[in-house]
């Protein structure tokens, strides 16, 4: 069965089904700009209704049936199925858990009990956290569309758009689910929808400057309306709905950012922000329905330091908004709080803002080098961001102070992924590992061996992660796609050899732990070191590849996992879908999947 579009992992075979070209593009364009920026991907699963069949309500209003009382009625039951569901879960998961589960320790359990609670419980939505107190306070019943028709405009930063022949019918036409993947390549953003006979693409835009990262809001995805965030090398942002061909256009001629966008990433449960890294070390919190505004970001040990404040959310102790010449981007993370914050002492023409929201919601600078990739908890309190420094930094969202700093083992990390129950950190670096961070224990689970150049991309393979296992993959500039099962109780002990870095206890280590004991909402001043530098090889255990297939094709860039497929996609944009075998909905590893906490004493073993 091994060829080149297809091999066979220990759940069956993987095949090709699928492979998507890029357009041919003039030699002119196709220059060393376009490999500076390699593809990337975004999918989203948008459902759509299913057609209704028109013999069964008049056989209904035949018999004297009311079918809208019949209809309240199933909404209602579905609706307290919903709210039921929940508990259900943790009651089915407390009967089937084994003696050995049950007893996990403390200092992890309630921290990430509270956490699970505190997504099942809370009424609000969590990305409010992340926003600065609203100036006006009104809230907006309607979603806004954007501004312009991107078939009509006059835009020099927009030079084509194409999409498929009557594209409105083919929506309009769609049953079930529909699987749709964008990717850039070159100065070409494409639109492509899996798993159909079509090979074209829905959409096919043409800029002027190059995309470097994009990002589709799966929360707000529907067969009506898309919502697409696109960041480019000269830092500008467009918003995009292909849906209606319609865009907007953010920080504008990089108005307040003129830096190239690294990473793009929607805030999880939130429809309207959305995360941006730089290439000169910053994230940038945008609302997608705030215009720009005039915004001065403070420098660390500049002469004369714009002014800023404290988070509101932050405690008063936090050094990190009061930057100065001895500025520690391994320690602290530099704020800046915009003008038109309700709390921002500013003077002059300034305070013309102080009534009007706009953006940036809020300013981070976390390094001196580029931020190269940065990725969401799944519980959305926390982000895990990596820089061109070798630094992987685990920031608290909430009250936007960096918690924990971990260095590579050499050289930069390239990508980043937190793992589905929010327990690990997985990073690729031009050392050519795969790192497990436990962002818990503040320390280094794992490596895993099996590149021979920088990893491009790293993904987690979520149906096949319980827990207690976790599936991921990775490709690399080698060529490689390598796929990973981690499990504690498979790992060998390595030699530990006391020398030069001495590890942390675990009682003092666990510092999300010790911070949500302490109080939820805000991450407290901790006595343990924030910066922690790089294990040796002997103190840390390697996780061998459970299977590693060489594709012939150019650079492979990204990878991603759908429930029924496997994405990858080379520097090129030759994209390929690769049909997996299904997981057995029945099996034990779905079922504790994203629930079940793991105890101290299973990643002990190998210490």
Not at 281 to 304: M, R
Not at 426 to 446: M, Y
Not at 523 to 549: D, G, M
Request: overall charge positive.
């Amino acid at each position: 069965m091994e060829s080149d579009s297809a091999f066979v992992a220990p759940e069956g075979v993987y095949s090709v089904t699928e492979e998507h070209k890029p357009p041919a593009v003039p030699a002119p364009s196709t220059t060393a700009a376009a490999s500076i920026y390699p593809t990337r991907l975004s999918t989203v699963i948008v459902r759509f209704n299913h057609s209704k069949h028109g013999s069964s309500p008049g056989l209904a209003q035949l018999l004297g049936a009311n079918l809208t009382k019949d209809s309240r009625r199933d909404k209602d039951k579905e609706r307290e199925k919903e709210k039921e569901r929940p508990f259900l879960d943790e009651r089915s998961l407390s009967s089937s858990d084994t003696p050995d589960e049950s007893h996990t320790s403390p200092e992890i359990a309630s921290p990430q009990t509270a956490l699970v609670q505190d997504s099942i419980m809370s009424p609000e939505p969590r990305h409010k956290l992340f926003a600065h107190p609203s100036v006006s306070g009104k809230k907006k019943a309607n979603y806004s569309k954007p501004k312009h028709n991107m078939r009509t405009t006059s835009s020099t930063f927009i030079t084509r758009m194409q999409s498929a022949e009557g594209l409105s019918k083919i929506l309009a036409s769609k049953q079930g689910d529909a699987t749709f993947v964008f990717y850039n390549t070159g100065k070409t953003f494409l639109w492509y929808e899996v798993g159909t006979k079509v090979k074209e693409p829905l959409t096919r835009i043409s800029f002027s400057a190059f995309p470097t990262c994009h990002d589709v809001n799966s929360l707000t995805a529907s067969p009506v309306r898309l919502d697409v965030v696109i960041g480019f090398n000269t830092g500008d942002l467009v918003w995009f709905d292909p849906m209606s061909s319609r865009y907007g256009r953010l920080n504008k001629q990089g108005s307040i950012s003129s830096s190239p966008c690294t990473a793009v990433r929607w805030v999880p449960s939130s429809s309207t922000l959305f995360l941006v890294s730089h290439a000169d070390g910053t994230i940038i919190v945008y609302d997608k329905e705030l215009d720009d505004g005039v915004f001065s970001a403070t420098v660390p040990g500049a002469p004369t330091p714009t002014p800023s404040l404290p988070h509101p959310n932050a405690p008063p102790s936090q050094p990190q908004s009061q930057p100065s010449a001895e500025w520690d981007p391994l320690t602290t993370m530099c704020i800046t709080v915009p003008p038109w914050h309700p709390e921002a002492s500013v003077g002059g023409s300034a305070k013309a803002d102080r009534g009007v929201a706009k953006n940036p919601v809020s300013h981070w600078r976390l390094s001196r080098r580029g931020v190269v990739d940065f990725a969401f908890s799944p519980d959305v309190k926390h982000v895990a961001a990596i820089s061109e420094d070798g630094c992987l930094r685990v920031i608290d969202a909430f009250a936007e102070q960096l918690i924990d700093c971990h260095a590579s083992y050499f050289g930069a990390l390239t990508c980043v992924a937190w793992s589905p129950d929010g327990r690990l950190i997985l990073t690729g670096g031009q050392d050519d590992l795969l790192t497990i961070f436990s962002p818990w224990e503040q320390r280094v689970v794992a490596r895993c061996q099996g590149h021979s150049s920088f990893v491009s991309a790293v993904a987690f393979d979520e149906l096949r992660c319980d827990g207690r296992t976790y599936r991921f993959g990775s490709v690399g500039e080698d060529n490689k796609l390598i796929l990973w099962d981690f499990s504690s109780g498979a790992l060998h002990r390595p030699k530990l050899q006391h020398g030069h870095h001495p590890r942390v206890s675990m009682s003092s280590s666990v510092s999300l732990a010790a911070a949500y004991r302490r109080g939820t909402g805000s991450t407290i001043q901790l006595a343990a070191p924030r910066y922690h530098p790089a294990p040796s090889r002997n103190e840390v255990s390697v996780v061998q590849p459970v299977l590693v297939k060489h594709i012939e094709a150019d650079l492979l860039t990204a990878l991603t996992f759908l429930p029924r497929a496997l994405l990858t996609v080379t520097k090129a944009g030759h994209a390929r879908m690769w049909v997996r075998p299904l997981a057995t909905p029945g099996s034990p590893r779905r079922r504790g999947h994203g629930r079940q906490a793991l105890s101290i004493s299973d990643l002990q073993d190998v210490v």
